[in-house]
């Protein structure tokens, strides 16, 4: 049973373009989870989707980003015109039913490091 | 709002020595705790869990034990090898909104042979 898959791993991009980072949910799984890692600091929550449906979005920036979980294909961060606070490293996870406590617990890809020049 | 707060790093030990990394939490109610690992160019894999107070993890030789009346969940092993070098993170995951995993910093651990 294959992991979570990210894609790219790496990321470079120059102020202005669009990012799309790409997470494959372990097979099963239904229910996706994006964090944000900003250099020498924790991962930070920003969106958790169902298969077609954003349940909470409350840690995305309000401006410029967007996710979405198709109901065929992987979920797609989506970062439009990219600037220099952007470069971070992006984890997605993913769960069979929703995550909470020590049940159902997240699994982690190994994240895609985006650079903006 | 909840949150972690871990030892800063990075840690280093010599092969078999002791090793504790500490983590403390702010959160209402009762948080469930974690602390995951990451290898490099790994993603975070869960290395042990707990529920409630006095609840201890363990895993791969590895221990937390969830104490309530110090808010704390430090990590530790009794002797550490060079294959443990790797990131530690530890992370609560509160009472509301219970999928949002809340992290620490991290702590990176080099154990040198």
């Known amino acids: 049973n294959a992991g979570v898959m990210q894609n790219p791993r790496h990321l470079v991009r120059r102020r202005g373009q669009e990012a799309r980072l790409r997470c494959s949910p372990m097979?099963?799984?239904?229910?996706v989870y994006w964090y944000r890692q900003l250099p020498e600091e924790g991962l930070k929550f920003m969106v958790y989707?169902?298969?077609?449906?954003?349940?909470?979005e409350s840690g995305m920036p309000k401006e410029r980003f967007s996710a979405e979980f198709p109901k065929e294909g992987p979920s797609i961060l989506r970062i439009q015109q990219v600037v220099r606070g952007d470069s971070a490293a992006y984890f997605c996870a993913s769960s069979p039913l929703r995550a909470g406590g020590t049940k159902n617990i997240q699994y982690f890809g190994a994240g895609t490091r985006l650079s903006v020049l | 709002g909840d949150s972690v707060t871990q030892m800063e790093g990075p840690v280093t030990l010599s092969e078999e020595a002791f090793l504790t990394i500490n983590c403390t939490y702010t959160?209402?109610?009762?948080?469930?705790l974690f602390w995951y690992v990451q290898y490099p160019g790994e993603g975070l894999q869960l290395l042990l869990k707990?529920?409630?107070?006095?609840d201890k993890g363990s895993n791969k030789g590895f221990e937390a034990t969830y104490r309530k009346e110090t808010t704390s969940f430090h990590l530790e092993k009794g002797s550490v090898q060079v294959s443990d070098s790797a990131v530690y993170f530890c992370?609560?995951?509160?009472?509301?909104?219970?999928?949002?995993?809340?992290f620490g910093s991290g702590t990176r651990l080099l154990v040198r042979p």
């Open positions: 097979k099963g799984h239904s229910h």
């Open positions: 992370a609560l995951s509160g009472m509301d909104s219970s999928y949002k995993l809340i």
């Open positions: 989707l169902q298969k077609e449906n954003i349940i909470d």
């Open positions: 707990a529920t409630k107070a006095d």
């Open positions: 959160a209402t109610g009762y948080p469930s």
